[in-house]
């Protein structure tokens, strides 16, 4: 079981926070070492935008065990601006209303509960972005 700091200390999860190589200008999320494009070392951190698109994605009816309740819900693979690729739940809307290309905006929510432990974990999820 991870401790409550623990998951708190891990940026990317909280804040999008990501690694752009400082010679080739990839973006890496979550951070690497060593960036795959050019092999540089060096980078410097950048907060991710929040806008993305979907790429694609499924609706999942026979959940594991810890989201017994949410079932249905949809999972998707999404593309923010920066060309980072994230999968994440998309909520708030009905499988109809989405496709591919749809735009979105990743909002932080509650990801999941362990009662016994009394920890909450939170993240990111996807909604569609109306007009």
């Avoid at 994605?57 to 959940?63: A, D």
């Avoid at 079932?71 to 690729?85: D, H, M, N, T, W």
């Avoid at 993240?123 to 007009?131: I, N, Q, T």
Wanted: net charge negative; hydrophobic share 35%.
């Amino acid at each position: 079981m991870k401790s409550p700091q623990y998951t708190r200390e891990i940026p990317q999860r909280y804040r999008l926070e990501a690694e752009k190589c400082r010679q080739c200008g990839k973006v890496h999320f979550p951070p690497r070492l060593i960036c795959d494009a050019c092999q540089s070392q060096e980078f410097e951190q950048v907060i991710l935008s929040r806008a993305g698109r979907i790429l694609t994605w499924t609706v999942i009816h026979v959940p594991p065990t810890n989201f017994d309740l949410e079932a249905p819900y949809i999972i998707a693979i999404v593309e923010l601006e920066e060309g980072v690729r994230l999968t994440c739940q998309v909520v708030d809307c009905d499988p109809e209303e989405l496709a591919v290309d749809a735009p979105v905006e990743m909002v932080f929510r509650r990801i999941q509960e362990d009662s016994q432990a009394d920890i909450i974990q939170y993240g990111y999820k996807a909604v569609l972005s109306r007009p």
